[in-house]
């Protein structure tokens, strides 16, 4: 199995500022997933971390505005950078873990309300 | 349209009741996984299915590949089920990355 800690778990920030989420994972995995929730939507893949390399963005998703750290195995960052309301949303990271590397982990989600 | 689709949308039960949602899929998958989610956010893990059926306690998760098609039932609902359950397949060819239904927003009184 796989823990997964965020931080924060949430925060009201100022339009224009960014925000670093970290997460931390228990054991160590080869990828890490950030996904964001919209309100009332479904979740969406923002990015795949791989440690030592580049995040993979999805379509619609830019580095610049959402850099990702992956310094190791067991931990990643993701910045929300130069925030607005739109970004209001729950970021959640996520792995693939277990014997069979078949069961899907995730964190207990960070809430970002941007005014 | 999208390539997860669920229904229903909501769905409120009284305790005791058997319940079933449906998720239907598009495309080819490696596997389909069930998620639950509490209103504080949470996600947990249910079912990763790649074929026939699968029993957790009152949870049974079912998948038909031919037809593309997934149902997760409840024997028993209890108010502790309220929950958005959530449909996430494997796209065939994607690795571990997930595609997400809309979910279905359950609620059971007591």
């Known amino acids: 199995s796989a823990v997964i800690s965020q931080k924060p778990s949430r925060d009201i920030c100022q339009r224009g500022t960014s925000l670093t989420i970290q997460c931390q994972v228990d054991?160590?995995?080869?990828?890490m997933f950030w996904y964001r929730q919209q309100p009332g939507q479904s979740l969406t893949l923002i990015a795949t971390a791989n440690q030592g390399s580049e995040a993979t963005y999805e379509s619609g998703f830019v580095i610049d505005k959402f850099p990702i750290s992956r310094p190791n195995l067991t931990f990643s960052t993701l910045t929300v950078s130069n925030m607005s309301p739109e970004d209001s949303s729950i970021y959640l990271c996520?792995?693939?873990?277990?014997?069979?590397?078949?069961?899907?982990?995730f964190g207990p989600g960070t809430r970002l309300l941007v005014l | 349209k999208n390539e997860v689709e669920q229904s229903p949308q909501n769905l409120t039960a009284q305790e005791g009741e058997f319940i079933t949602i449906n998720c239907s899929y598009s495309v080819g998958i490696s596997a389909l996984h069930w998620l639950q989610q509490h209103p504080g956010g949470g996600i947990v893990s249910l079912f990763m299915?790649?074929?026939g059926k699968k029993k957790h306690g009152r949870l049974i998760a079912t998948i038909n590949i031919q037809e593309k098609h997934s149902s997760l039932h409840i024997t028993a609902s209890h108010p502790r089920d309220s929950a958005v359950y959530i449909c996430a397949v494997r796209r065939r060819g994607s690795g571990d990355k997930l595609t997400f239904g809309t979910g279905t927003r359950l609620a059971v009184r007591p």
């Open positions: 299915l790649s074929s």
């Open positions: 996520s792995v693939v873990a277990g014997a069979g590397q078949e069961t899907q982990y």
């Open positions: 054991s160590q995995v080869t990828m």
